[in-house]
Nanobody
Framework: QVQLVESGGGLVQAGGSLRLSCTAS????????MGWFRQATGKEREFVAA????????NYADSVKGRFTISRDNAKNTVYLQMNSLKPEDTAVYYC?????????????????WGQGTQVTVSS
């Protein structure tokens, strides 16, 4: 069993930056593919970014490419989402997810473990 706890959300002005963190409990974090998803009010949850268990491979939604960076520190059991040049449309609850895998996973249904989410609000 893995528990995921997100942090780092908050209120920021458009053009600003935030760094989200997701820390996992338990061992074997380095065997888990990790992902970030977001859900805006009234919308379905959508893929944002994903990273392989080694950290070598990443994948991003088109809407965040060039602005967001996913990374991980396996020694700290933590995955990060650096968000730059934030836009009001980035406002959402951000969730991290985990699954034992060697691949980069971009589909929600494939993830086994989910965090509770952290709110990101971007004001115009």
């Amino acid at each position: 069993q893995v528990q995921l706890v997100e942090s780092g959300g908050g209120l920021v002005q458009a053009g600003g930056s935030l760094r989200l963190s997701c820390t996992a409990s338990g061992r074997s974090f380095s065997s888990y593919a990790m992902g970030w998803f977001r859900q805006a009010t009234g919308k379905e949850r959508e893929f944002v970014a994903a990273i392989s268990r080694s950290g070598i491979s990443t994948n991003y939604a088109d809407s965040v490419k060039g602005r967001f960076t996913i990374s991980r520190d396996n020694a700290k059991n933590t995955v990060y989402l650096q968000m730059n040049s934030l836009k009001p449309e980035d406002t959402a609850v951000y969730y991290c997810a985990a699954r034992p895998s060697i691949r980069v996973i971009t589909t929600q249904a494939e993830y086994k473990y989910w965090g509770q989410g952290t709110q990101v609000t971007v004001s115009s």
